[in-house]
């Protein structure tokens, strides 16, 4: 079935140090991942995306990886800030009948300390 | 920029009361999505929209009914409300079905 899981629920990381979030998926014919950022209490704030005809993408301190033999998905984020903590999903789009439903993976919290 | 509007903020109802939630995308979007959040979870598909006609369909209960107007503002409908309706609720909006959906603040439904 389709799903998209993470494998760190939990992440704590040091204030100027970089950030790797990783991300599973299992749907080999998703063609579109989206990364989102959620803050306590607040929606879903879109980070970057990626389409499946790119292994790389960079935004403002973020590099989004795609390795789609192994079916992974990445999240860098340079230099980590204390404004970085919040949850972080991967989100899949598996393009079904066209439309953009998403289906989003587990989160993963980024803790940043001082 | 403009984002998505969703009101109520809070909500909060008895069992097998109703409840409805608007939503207001982003001027110019025309595809509308609901998703549910239970407390430490991921965000569930429930519903979506485009040019006012349902589009997809995803773990929405039959108790839960939604719509798209002509100004392209949605609505949830919930009735029977049960305890495990309790979450969040958000919309999100996107100018075409392949584009970039953004998140409203979200709708926090408590059940009593």
């Known amino acids: 079935g389709e799903s998209v899981g993470l494998h760190l629920p939990t992440l704590s990381v040091q204030e100027g140090d970089n950030s790797i979030i990783n991300c599973a998926y299992s749907n080999s014919a998703s063609d579109y991942f989206i990364w989102y950022k959620q803050e306590s209490g607040k929606g879903p704030q879109f980070i970057i995306d990626?389409?499946?005809?790119?292994d790389k993408r960079q935004g403002q301190r973020v590099t989004v990886l795609l390795n789609k033999t192994v079916k992974h998905l990445s999240l860098q984020i340079a230099a980590t800030q204390p404004g970085d903590s919040a949850v972080y999903f991967c989100?899949?789009?598996?393009?079904?009948?066209?439309?953009?439903?998403?289906?989003f993976g587990a989160g993963t919290r980024l803790a940043v300390h001082p | 920029a403009a984002g998505v509007i969703q009101s109520p903020r809070h909500l909060i109802k008895e069992k097998r009361e109703t409840a409805t939630l608007k939503c207001y995308p982003i001027p110019r979007h025309d595809t509308v999505y609901w998703y549910q959040q239970g407390p430490g979870q991921d965000p569930q598909f429930l519903i979506s929209f485009y040019e006012k006609m349902q589009s997809d369909k995803g773990s929405i209960p039959d108790r839960f009914s939604a719509q798209q107007f002509s100004d392209y503002h949605s609505e949830l409908n919930m009735s029977s409300l049960e305890l495990g309706d309790s979450a969040l609720y958000f919309c999100?909006?996107?100018?075409?079905?392949?584009?970039?959906?953004?998140f409203g603040p979200g709708t926090r439904l408590l059940v009593l």
């Open positions: 999100a909006s996107s100018r075409t079905p392949q584009e970039t959906q953004y």
């Open positions: 990626i389409r499946s005809n790119m």
């Open positions: 989100a899949e789009n598996p393009f079904s009948g066209g439309y953009n439903k998403l289906i």
